[in-house]
C-alpha cells in the first residue's frame, strides 16, 4: 500500500512538474514552453537571439519605430533593438553565455601551438607593411563606404512608422525593388568618390558600371544585409520570399553566414571586385542588338594595363591588411573563402537577372548611371 502511494506521488510530483514547466512564457516575447537562459526565463529563439546579438550595441543603434515595440510571438521578429533592449531588462547576462571552460581549452590551445617556422618571419615581417598612403586610402574607402551606405534608408523604409503594426509586417514587390535598386545605385555613389575611378576614361567607367554593377552590388548587399539583420525581419524576408524564391532565398541566407565578419576587409574586396575586367557573367544589354561589329568589339576592350595596376594596387592592400589583422595562413584562408562567397553569389545574381522585375531594375539602373556619366563628361558650352 505504501509502494503504491509512493508510486502514485512520484507520478503526480512528475505531473506537476511538466506541467509547470511546460506553462512557463518567456519574459520577453511570451511563448511558451520557455527555460531558464542566461538568467532569465526564455524560449528557445530569445535565447538564440540573445545569443547571436550579444555584441549589439543599443548606444550606437536605435530604435527604427518609436522605441517601445510590443514583444509577443508573432511580432519579436520587427525590432531587433526593442528585442535585446527587453532580453536585458528580463535580467539576460552576457557573461552567462559563455562555458567557463573555453577559456580553458583556450589556454591549452595557446601551450600546444608550435613555433612559426623561421621561413614564415618574412611574410610576418607584412604584419606592418602597409605604408601611410595606403592606410589613408584604407580610411578613405571605409569612411565612404559608410558615408554613402544605404542602410538608414532601408530600415526607415521598413519602418513605416505611420502604418498600424499589421501593416508593417508586409512589404510589396516594388517596395522590395525600391530598397535593393538603393544598394545597387549607391555602388556608382561608392565610386566616384575613389580617385582611381574618376582618372578613367569615360568609356571604361561606362563598361566598369555595366559589366559590374550586378554583382559588385550583389556583394555589397551581402554586408548591408548583415549590417542591418534585415533577414531577421519578417516582411523583408515574405517579400524576398514571394519574389526570389525559396532557392534563392536560402542560398543567399547561407552566403550571410559564410560572409567574412570583417567589415574592412569586405569593403576593400568590394573594390577589388569593381575594377576586375571579367567578374560579371551578365552580357551588356547592347551586345544584344543589331550594331556593327567595329562597335560592339570597341565596347568589350578596357584599357586592361591601367586596369591591372588599379585592382592589383587594392588586392595588395586587402592581402597585406589581412595578414597584418591574422597572419599570413588564416589571411590566406580569409581572402580564399571572400573569393568562393563571391563566386557562390554570381550564380544566385543570375538567377535573379532572369527574374523580370530584377532584370528591369537593373536595366534602369544601369542606363541611369551611363546617362549620367556621359552627361558628366560632356563639354560645358
Request: charged residues 20%; hydrophobic residues 35%; aromatic residues 10%.
Amino acid at each position: 500500500m505504501n509502494n503504491n502511494s509512493n508510486l502514485f506521488l512520484c507520478k503526480a510530483t512528475r505531473n506537476t512538474y511538466e506541467h509547470r514547466r511546460s506553462s512557463l512564457l518567456c519574459q520577453v516575447c511570451g511563448d511558451r514552453n520557455a527555460r531558464n537562459c542566461f538568467g532569465s526565463v526564455s524560449c528557445a529563439p530569445c535565447k538564440m537571439f540573445f545569443r547571436r546579438n550579444l555584441d549589439f550595441d543599443l548606444v550606437i543603434n536605435k530604435c527604427i519605430y518609436d522605441g517601445n515595440c510590443e514583444m509577443h510571438e508573432n511580432s519579436r521578429h520587427a525590432c531587433r533593438y526593442c528585442r535585446f533592449k527587453k532580453c536585458l531588462t528580463v535580467g539576460m547576462k552576457k557573461e552567462l553565455t559563455r562555458p567557463p571552460r573555453l577559456n580553458q581549452k583556450k589556454r591549452i590551445g595557446k601551450q600546444i601551438t608550435p613555433p612559426l617556422i623561421r621561413r614564415l618571419d618574412l611574410l610576418n615581417s607584412n604584419r606592418s607593411k602597409l605604408s601611410f598612403d595606403q592606410w589613408s586610402i584604407l580610411s578613405n574607402v571605409t569612411h565612404v563606404y559608410d558615408q554613402i551606405s544605404p542602410l538608414p534608408k532601408i530600415l526607415n523604409s521598413l519602418s513605416q512608422s505611420s502604418f498600424p503594426p499589421k501593416k508593417r509586417l508586409r512589404i510589396d514587390g516594388a517596395t522590395l525593388a525600391d530598397m535593393l535598386g538603393l544598394i545597387y545605385r549607391s555602388i556608382y555613389s561608392f565610386l566616384e568618390r575613389i580617385p582611381d575611378f574618376t582618372m578613367m576614361s569615360i568609356h571604361d567607367r561606362n563598361l566598369l558600371i555595366e559589366r559590374n554593377l550586378h554583382n559588385v552590388g550583389s556583394t555589397s548587399g551581402l554586408l548591408i544585409l548583415r549590417d542591418g539583420d534585415l533577414y531577421s525581419n519578417y516582411a523583408f524576408c515574405r517579400a524576398n520570399l514571394n519574389t526570389y524564391g525559396s532557392d534563392n532565398f536560402e542560398g543567399v541566407s547561407k552566403l550571410l553566414n559564410r560572409l567574412d565578419m570583417d567589415r574592412v576587409a569586405v569593403k576593400l574586396f568590394v573594390v577589388v571586385l569593381a575594377f576586375s575586367t571579367c567578374f560579371d557573367v551578365v552580357r551588356p544589354s547592347n551586345m544584344t542588338n543589331n550594331i556593327q561589329l567595329s562597335k560592339s568589339t570597341n565596347r568589350l576592350h578596357f584599357n586592361t594595363i591601367n586596369m591591372f595596376h588599379i585592382q592589383n594596387k587594392y588586392i595588395d592592400m586587402l592581402f597585406i591588411y589581412m595578414v597584418y589583422r591574422y597572419g599570413y595562413i588564416e589571411a590566406s584562408l580569409r581572402f580564399a573563402a571572400l573569393l568562393f562567397t563571391a563566386l557562390q553569389l554570381c550564380v544566385h545574381t543570375m538567377e535573379a537577372a532572369n527574374i523580370q522585375e530584377h532584370g528591369d531594375m537593373l536595366d534602369t539602373i544601369i542606363a541611369d548611371t551611363t546617362r549620367k556619366l556621359n552627361v558628366e563628361d560632356d563639354p560645358v558650352v
